[in-house]
């Protein structure tokens, strides 16, 4: 039988693995929403081009 400082201090472990695991999640997120907000603004830019051959 595990004593209860054992049994604690592997919750803490886990705990803090779990911890780490959502900062590295946190961290994908906003990188993907940086990468996101980037490419948009590239296509905004490309896509900004006045197309209107009529004018002289």
Do not use: F, H, W
Not at 31 to 50: D, F, H, P, W, Y
């Amino acid at each position: 039988m595990t004593s209860p400082m054992k049994l604690e201090g592997n919750l803490d472990s886990s705990c803090d693995g779990l911890e780490q695991k959502n900062e590295q999640m946190e961290i994908k997120c906003y990188r993907a929403k940086q990468e996101k907000t980037k490419m948009i603004e590239e296509l905004n830019l490309t896509s900004g081009v006045s197309t209107d051959y009529e004018s002289d």
